[in-house]
């Protein structure tokens, strides 16, 4: 038999007596009140009661965990059109000119005295934009190869002025805002209602200094830019200066594309660093960047280049090569349908296939390659690489922006995950 102590009531120095007594019930059965709270634990939980309690835990911790998660994601992917998430006071101190936070383009004035620039990417297609552009009736634009082109590209802070000065020829008086300008003859105001003003500087997107010029100048320009496989672009456009460097007797030596992919050195803009499209189309502030994309674009320096984030309120149109040699007469139609609503010119444009191709490399020299030959397989790897990358960046955050146009977004896309493949891995290579 169980038994428990109690003890007698004491007398005065007298030895404390215990006597035996039979326990009522078993331990577990006691009730609350027969406890003594100070000295005795409180009843185990139950495996009932103890399931419930852990899954309650569980439940907790994963809904905390779903919550902070939440607040990330937000952090680092709010909406593409909140530009002030692209600057973050957390990297801004990583460069102090890596970003222009006080460009007066960050404010829409609604002025507007250069409509529209096609600025790149060089062997993309802009001279050919340039020709059946600047052959619209209601477009005028430089003469393709002149120094006048040439110096409207804005990359130096003269180049406004000059910019300036053929506008105003253009407009025939001083550059003023469009809708309130006063011209002497209703059929002035009828040609310079209807008259759009144009230019082609391809490589500007490597020249952040280009891009605040241009923004500063118009803050409703709009931009035409254009992308390509950066294994076909690379090859295009050394033999392209190639031939430049026999045609214009360039007195500097030729390098070989080998010593092009290091990220040290380029030639008038051919390097396998230059073909990142990605970071030289993050300097538009299309989209908000997390910190590591930040450190990315900054240490792609694009060699002699300096990028820099400036956010303006431009709007671009941005195509892939293939759209303008697109073979589906209804795709290619509707193409040329988007620019010209993007340009808002009333008139449609001459057909693209009943346009010629310019600056193809049709010619070939000692030191022109075939970027399919063995000896170029490691430069391609590099570039397919980079493409993959540069090709997700466009796919799933550039052409998300309002500011963004893109005609076809099924195809355009589908081009742009050609990226991953080597072309030389089947037919079919586009363009030269």
Same mark, same amino acid.
């Given at each position: 038999m169980t038994a428990s102590r109690r003890p007698n009531s004491p007398t005065n120095n007298s030895p404390t007596h215990y006597q035996l007594l039979p326990s009522p019930m078993p331990k577990q059965h006691i009730s609350d009140n027969t406890y003594n709270h100070d000295n005795l634990p409180s009843p185990p939980l139950s495996p009932r009661n103890r399931y419930q309690w852990m899954r309650y835990i569980s439940y907790t911790c994963f809904a905390i965990g779903v919550i902070l998660l939440m607040h990330m994601v937000r952090r680092d992917t709010s909406s593409f059109d909140n530009r002030s998430t692209i600057i973050d006071d957390e990297w801004l101190p990583l460069k102090?000119?890596?970003?222009?936070?006080?460009?007066?383009?960050?404010?829409?004035?609604?002025?507007?005295?250069?409509?529209?620039?096609?600025?790149?990417?060089?062997?993309?297609?802009?001279?050919?934009?340039? !020709?059946?552009?600047?052959?619209?009736?209601?477009?005028?634009?430089?003469?393709?190869?002149?120094?006048?082109?040439?110096?409207?590209?804005?990359?130096?802070?003269?180049? !406004?002025?000059?910019?300036?000065?053929?506008?105003? /020829?253009?407009?025939?008086?001083?550059?003023?805002?469009?809708? =309130?300008?006063?011209?002497?003859?209703?059929?002035?105001?009828?040609?310079?209602?209807i008259l759009k003003h144009g230019m082609k500087c391809s490589d500007l997107l490597r020249k952040s200094l280009a891009i605040e010029n241009l923004a500063d100048l118009s803050d409703q320009t709009r931009l035409i830019?254009?992308?390509?496989?950066?294994?076909?672009?690379?090859?295009?456009?050394?033999?392209?200066?190639?031939?430049? =460097?026999y045609e214009q007797n360039w007195t500097s030596s030729i390098p070989s594309p080998h010593d092009l992919q290091h990220g040290t050195r380029q030639w008038k803009g051919v390097s396998t660093t230059a073909a990142k499209f990605d970071i030289q189309l993050k300097q538009l502030a299309k989209v908000p960047m997390a910190k590591n994309e930040v450190l990315d674009m900054l240490s792609n320096e694009l060699d002699s280049y300096e990028l820099r984030i400036s956010t303006n309120p431009?709007?671009?149109?941005?195509?892939?090569? /293939?759209?303008?040699?697109?073979? $589906?007469?209804?795709?290619?139609?509707?193409? /040329?349908?988007?620019?010209?609503?993007?340009?808002?010119?009333?008139?449609?444009?001459?057909?693209?296939?009943?346009?010629?191709?310019? $600056?193809?490399?049709? =010619?070939?020299?000692?030191?022109?390659?075939?970027?399919c030959e063995s000896e170029y397989k490691r430069i391609?790897?590099?570039?397919?690489?980079?493409?993959?990358?540069?090709?997700?960046?466009?796919?799933?955050?550039?052409?998300k922006s309002k500011d963004v146009t893109v005609s076809d977004v099924s195809y355009f896309e589908s081009m742009l995950k050609t990226w991953s493949e080597d072309p030389c891995d089947f037919d079919g290579r586009s363009g030269s």
């Open positions: 102090s000119s890596a970003i222009n936070v006080n460009n007066a383009a960050t404010v829409s004035t609604g002025e507007t005295i250069l409509d529209f620039a096609i600025v790149g990417f060089e062997k993309t297609g802009t001279t050919f934009l340039l !020709k059946a552009l600047g052959s619209h009736p209601e477009v005028a634009m430089p003469i393709k190869h002149s120094e006048l082109s040439k110096q409207l590209c804005v990359k130096k802070d003269s180049g !406004k002025v000059v910019l300036l000065n053929w506008l105003n /020829e253009q407009y025939d008086k001083d550059v003023i805002l469009r809708d =309130s300008r006063e011209l002497a003859s209703d059929a002035n105001k009828q040609h310079h209602r830019i254009g992308v390509r496989h950066p294994v076909l672009w690379f090859q295009s456009l050394y033999n392209y200066r190639v031939r430049q =460097s431009l709007k671009v149109f941005i195509y892939t090569i /293939e759209q303008l040699e697109d073979t $589906n007469t209804k795709r290619r139609l509707q193409f /040329e349908k988007d620019i010209q609503s993007f340009l808002n010119l009333q008139h449609p444009l001459k057909h693209f296939a009943s346009e010629t191709k310019e $600056n193809v490399n049709d =010619s070939s020299y000692p030191e022109s390659i075939d970027i391609r790897r590099k570039l397919i690489r980079q493409g993959i990358k540069s090709s997700e960046w466009i796919r799933e955050k550039f052409i």
